[in-house]
């Protein structure tokens, strides 16, 4: 492959094999978010059509915001 960019993604998985996860990617951020965007809003749900409340309760978390 000629872009170096992709062609670094050929060996990336073996780089994070090899040395573990660069430093500064962490997934706690994402998953934070995930549990407050997803979890706690289909726990307040009726779980009667679900994605459609969770995605009212994100919509208004956002107005609050």
């Given amino acids: 492959i000629s872009i170096p960019r992709i ?3 050929q060996h990336y998985h073996e780089a994070i094999e090899l040395f573990g ?3 500064g990617l962490s ?3 994402v998953e934070s978010k ?3 965007a997803v979890k706690r809003s ?3 749900s009726n779980k009667n059509e679900e ?3 969770v995605l009212l309760v994100n919509q208004q978390q956002d ?3």
Avoid: D, E, G, M
């Fill in 7 to 9: 062609h670094v993604l």
């Fill in 21 to 23: 996860a660069p430093n």
């Fill in 27 to 29: 997934t706690s951020i």
């Fill in 34 to 36: 995930h549990i407050h």
């Fill in 42 to 44: 289909y726990q307040r």
């Fill in 51 to 53: 994605t459609a409340q």
């Fill in 63 to 65: 107005k609050l915001a």
